[in-house]
């Protein structure tokens, strides 16, 4: 256990209401929360014994770079309030470049994915059924090819060691109703594709994504959680991408890696990470910071 991460939060000033895969949440008052994002690290739906270090603070640098750069296409969570003004003085070293002060909305009960290129789980599927998610392709598709349109995936939001389930539009309708639906995918493409066409300009392909999206007391769609980090997103290299292979990433997808190659059977408990593991996987997170923010 490395000394200087944070694996989990101890907030004594405000009470607890949830501690997901990676933020602990805090309630402030009836219209605020405290998230803080820890250096836990989730794969295969397995929260990891092992933190990597600064993890917590640069997801939240990334999303807050992409909530003040996105604000334009969507309102999101933040209030804008210091989260060192909400805790015990004793308590600010625990949130320290690591919060967020947000607005208390009603959560939608989908995962809004959004896919630029074929790879992953959508590139399996394709392989099999020539779709994705139930989505018809092109014939001929190789892996990590650019698809002709960015495609709206959904997946239901699973519990802590539960996996998410995709789901076809028409159930995210019957989930979110006709109208509700409609506004979150096109919501959902508008962000992703005014994200990857600035990430292009920092040398980085955004092959996928997913966004999270909530409702105030107006029902105004409103953008939550984190947006387009290295844990939400497939960051490319954009001078390493060629077609017919999966590109190396900036985002967990060496861990990944390292985890199927370890043999483990995807079930919790997950592994030990090796030193050299975490600290590379910590230093992928901050080349992504450094590329989209300069």
């Known amino acids: ?15 607890l209401i949830h501690r997901g895969k990676v933020r602990d949440i805090y309630a402030i008052d009836d219209r605020r929360m405290l998230i803080v994002t820890t250096d836990r690290l989730s794969a295969f739906d397995v929260v990891l014994p092992t933190p990597i270090p600064d993890k917590g603070k640069v997801l939240t640098a990334v999303a807050d770079f992409w909530f003040a750069r996105l604000a334009p296409i969507l309102p999101n969570q933040l209030t804008g309030d210091a989260p060192e003004s909400v805790v015990a003085p004793e308590e600010r070293p625990q949130v320290a470049g690591r919060a967020v002060v947000v607005k208390r909305l009603k959560a939608l009960p989908v995962e809004a994915i959004v896919r630029g290129y074929l790879v992953g789980s959508g590139w399996a599927d394709y392989q099999k059924t020539g779709q994705v998610c139930g989505i018809p392709l092109p014939p001929g598709l190789r892996q990590a090819d650019k698809l002709p349109e960015p495609l709206f995936t959904p997946s239901t939001k699973a519990a802590v060691g539960a996996h998410d389930e995709n789901i076809s539009y028409a159930q995210c ?3 979110l109703g006709a109208d509700l639906a409609a506004r979150v995918r096109d919501a959902a493409i508008a962000l992703y594709k005014a994200a990857a066409d600035y990430a292009l300009t920092r040398g980085i392909i955004i092959a996928d994504t997913k966004f999270e999206f909530g409702l105030d007391e107006a029902g105004t769609l409103t953008l939550i959680d984190e947006v387009l980090t290295p844990d939400s997103s497939r960051f490319w290299p954009a001078d390493q991408y060629a077609v017919g292979s999966n590109p190396p990433s900036y985002d967990k997808q060496y861990v990944r ?12 408990p997950g592994p030990a990470l090796p030193a050299e593991v975490a600290a590379r996987t910590a230093e992928k997170y901050r080349e992504a910071l450094r590329r989209l923010t300069g």
């Open 173 to 175: 309708a019957d989930l």
């Open 257 to 268: 890696d390292w985890l199927t190659a370890s043999g483990w059977n995807k079930q919790a």
């Open 1 to 15: 256990m490395n000394a200087d991460a944070l694996y989990e939060s101890s907030i004594k000033s405000l009470p």
